[in-house]
């Protein structure tokens, strides 16, 4: 066969493996299908599919192919984290700049902490964790980072799985998540700040504010029709800029939605579009996650790994909700509820985390125990918060 042929059969592979675990399975109360797509590429990895079938792994997914796939991700993630910045409401977060400001920082801030002790204790848990071009506190705060982050995208789905999206407290906990989104970013971009090409890095950031000053003056005057047209022009151009100053492609998609105002498109459209990404070339980009999964320093200890980053994430991000609510005087419950929903973790952390192992910030096997704690902490999600929305349904529509 030829490649065509053999990157079609990968195709199939990718989307087929996951609808068919989540239809038949029933998955939908503990996995929605975006965390099935997860896991099914880290199962058609190299680490399970790679280990068990290594000449059908070696013969589907050859050099030429995922090259192909990679091409398709990269495109797919852009489009994606560029949505993540337009759907940032901005001005809500200045309405509730106290409320808003104190929640996000102690439930980005918390977690951070435990995250950042997580990461020392995987350095003196053996070799294999660190990249090669990481300094120490590089590799500490991306994995604390990586801890503290929840996935605002992912988060929108379950509460509307949930029915709450649309609530006040949806409203509030979007806005959490929302200041959160915008930290994490720009943590990233500290991260990977290189001295050697600052030049380049200020260079890019000042003609990215000019240019993004003269974008949002015209698209206002463009039909709508034409604004997503020049949208994507525009995601191509900033994630090029940010690629070439060395801040890497997915910080410029982010940068160049967080500028655009959801107001200038349908809000049908732009859920429409969010859908459509995670159905048609999303799932490329979690296999792709996938078969940069490495067990090379032990199964075992990558578990281990896995567990210690869940048990920070998930005491970081409740200790940081709860004490959010002391000092706002939440009623009771609330906190637990709101700290459980900022724990879904999928999508964003695994795009902060591929960016780390493009930079050799971490390495395969770290980046492997990151993405299953991503999958356990997501997981986590619904079936605990479930309950106690059961028993506060006032809470939930109580205005704010």
């Given amino acids: 066969m030829n490649v065509t042929e053999v990157f079609l059969i990968a195709m199939a592979l990718i989307l087929s493996v996951p609808y068919l675990i989540w239809r038949l399975g029933r ?6 299908l975006v965390v099935v797509q997860i896991i099914a590429g880290i199962l058609l990895g190299p680490g399970v599919l790679g280990a068990a079938f290594p000449d059908y792994y070696a013969y589907v997914f050859s050099a030429p192919v995922i090259a192909a796939l990679n091409g398709v991700a990269w495109w797919a993630v852009m489009v994606f984290v560029m949505i993540a910045g337009v759907e940032l409401d901005l001005k809500q977060l200045w309405r509730y700049k106290r409320e808003s400001g104190v929640t996000a920082g102690l439930a980005l801030g918390v977690p951070l902490l435990f995250g950042c002790g997580a990461a020392i204790f995987l ?17 500490v705060l991306g994995i604390g980072m990586s801890c503290a982050v929840t996935a605002l995208p992912i988060l929108i789905l379950l509460m509307e799985k949930l029915d709450i999206l649309r609530q006040p407290i949806g409203q509030r906990i979007l806005r959490y998540a929302s200041v959160d989104d915008v930290a994490i970013w720009a943590v990233l971009a500290l991260i990977l700040l290189d001295w050697q090409r600052v030049g380049k890095q200020a260079l890019f950031l000042a003609v990215f504010a000019v240019l993004a000053w003269l974008f949002r003056r015209m698209m206002p005057r463009l039909p709508e029709a034409d604004r997503w047209h020049v949208a994507l022009i525009w995601l191509a151009v900033c994630a090029w800029g940010a690629d070439w100053s060395g801040l890497h492609y997915m910080v410029g998609a982010f940068l160049s939605g967080m500028v655009m105002e959801g107001d200038w498109f349908q809000r049908e459209d732009m859920d429409k579009l969010r859908h459509f990404v995670l159905l048609l070339i999303m799932p ?3 296999l792709s996650t996938g078969l940069r999964t490495n067990w090379q320093v032990g199964g075992g200890a990558v578990f281990i ?3 210690v980053l869940l ?53 395969s096997p770290s980046f492997t125990a990151l993405l299953l704690m991503a999958v356990g902490s997501t997981m986590l999600t619904v079936p605990v918060v479930t309950p106690k929305l059961k028993r506060m349904r006032a809470l939930v529509s109580r205005a704010q």
């Fill in 305 to 307: 790994a896995a567990a």
């Fill in 311 to 363: 048990v920070a994430s998930v005491a970081g991000k409740l200790a940081g909700v709860h004490a959010a609510g002391r000092i706002l005087k939440w009623e009771k419950g609330e906190a637990s509820l709101i700290g459980w929903l900022l724990q879904t973790k999928a999508l964003i952390m695994i795009i902060f985390a591929n960016v780390l192992l493009d930079k050799h910030i971490i390495t």
């Fill in 123 to 139: 350095l003196n848990f053996g070799a294999g964790w660190v990249g090669t071009a990481a300094h120490t506190w590089q590799f």
């Fill in 27 to 32: 998955t939908d109360y503990f996995a929605p």
């Fill in 284 to 286: 490329v980009f979690f």
